[in-house]
C-alpha cells in the first residue's frame, strides 16, 4: 500500500514549500478529473482536483519561511497570495502524484474557482480550502 511521504504546494510561478507528512492535520481532494493526451509522442495525464481542503498543524508550519523568487515570505503570507496551481504528492514506493487545483487561467485574484479560498488560524491548525 503506498502511503504519503510529503507534499509539495506549488505556486503559479513554480515556487513551491514542501510540507512533511507528520506536518499534515488532513488532506482531502474530491472530484478528480483525468485527461490524457498524446503530444509529440509524449503520454500526458492531466489530474484536476473539484474541490481540495489541507488542514496543516499551525505549531509545525508557523514559521516556516521562503525564499521566493520575488520576496521572502513566511508560509502564512505566500499562501494569501492565492495563486496555488497544484499539489504534488510524494509517495512511499517512489512514485509522485500531482493534482491541479481548480483553474482555468486568467488572472488568479479573478478566478472564482480556485479563489473562494479559506485562510483559517486557529492557532492550532491553518486550513487552505479550494
Known amino acids: 500500500m503506498k502511503d504519503l ?3 509539495d504546494i506549488v505556486f503559479e510561478n513554480c515556487d513551491f514549500i514542501t510540507i512533511e507528512k507528520d506536518n499534515i492535520h488532513n488532506f482531502f481532494i474530491t472530484d478528480i478529473t483525468e485527461r490524457i493526451s498524446l503530444v509529440s509522442n509524449a503520454l500526458l495525464v492531466y489530474k484536476k482536483a473539484g474541490t481540495c481542503h489541507l488542514t496543516l498543524k499551525w505549531d509545525n508550519v508557523k514559521n516556516f519561511f521562503m525564499q521566493f523568487v520575488d520576496d521572502s515570505k513566511t508560509l502564512e503570507n505566500r499562501i494569501k497570495i492565492k495563486d496555488i496551481t497544484n499539489y504534488h504528492l510524494h509517495l512511499t514506493d517512489g512514485s509522485e502524484l500531482v493534482i491541479y487545483v ?3 487561467g486568467g488572472d488568479y485574484t479573478n478566478s472564482k474557482e480556485i479563489h473562494e479560498e479559506v485562510l483559517q488560524n486557529d492557532r492550532e ?3 487552505i480550502n479550494h
Open 125 to 127: 491548525f491553518f486550513t
Open 5 to 7: 511521504v510529503k507534499l
Open 102 to 104: 481548480p483553474w482555468e
